[in-house]
């Protein structure tokens, strides 16, 4: 994943598209904060390389697009639409790293086999569930709707 987002990178240089060399900086920049994080703790998990792996980064950029989410509500209602549109369009080029995201039924199939796997009988069992989502689809699945699909199906 590093591969492609330093490839689009220079890219985006040779394009002189400064808006999405922006963002895939922004991208680059937490990626590298976080292998920094992770090569401080003494006793981290970190892989050999000291860097966080494809699934960490996914994550990240899943989190990434959810803040400029919240940053563009923000933003509407402040009446602050070029703003808003900013945002946007780093969302568009955020995604373009992302995983393919799992559709609703594809994301209800693999409640299933999880709730089954597990033996889930009840909303008790819900954080158990939960938990192997996250191992198994991180970066792939809106975990908020995912919650709401695990309620209904227990």
């Known amino acids: 994943?590093?591969?492609?987002?330093?490839?689009?990178?220079?890219?985006?240089?040779?394009?002189?598209?400064?808006?999405?060399?922006?963002?895939?900086?922004?991208?680059?920049?937490?990626i590298k904060d976080r292998d920094l994080g992770i090569q401080g703790k003494p006793g981290s998990a970190a892989p050999d390389d000291g860097r966080i792996s494809d699934a960490d980064i996914a994550q990240l950029l899943a989190t990434m697009i959810k803040q400029r989410r919240e940053s563009i509500r923000i933003y509407e209602e402040a009446g602050r639409l070029e703003l808003a549109q900013k945002e946007?369009?780093?969302?568009?080029v955020i995604s373009e790293f992302l995983p393919r995201?799992?559709?609703?039924?594809?994301?209800?199939?693999?409640?299933?086999?999880?709730?089954?796997?597990?033996?889930?009988?009840?909303?008790?069992?819900?954080?158990?569930?939960?938990?192997?989502?996250?191992?198994?689809?991180?970066?792939?699945?809106?975990f908020g709707k995912a919650s709401t699909l695990v309620k209904e199906l227990l």
């Open 1 to 30: 994943m590093r591969d492609e987002l330093n490839t689009a990178m220079k890219a985006a240089m040779r394009a002189q598209d400064k808006a999405r060399l922006g963002t895939i900086r922004l991208i680059l920049a937490a």
């Open 88 to 92: 946007a369009d780093e969302i568009t």
């Open 101 to 142: 995201q799992l559709d609703d039924d594809e994301a209800k199939a693999a409640i299933k086999g999880v709730i089954a796997e597990i033996g889930a009988t009840s909303v008790k069992d819900m954080g158990r569930v939960m938990a192997v989502l996250r191992e198994r689809y991180r970066g792939q699945m809106d």
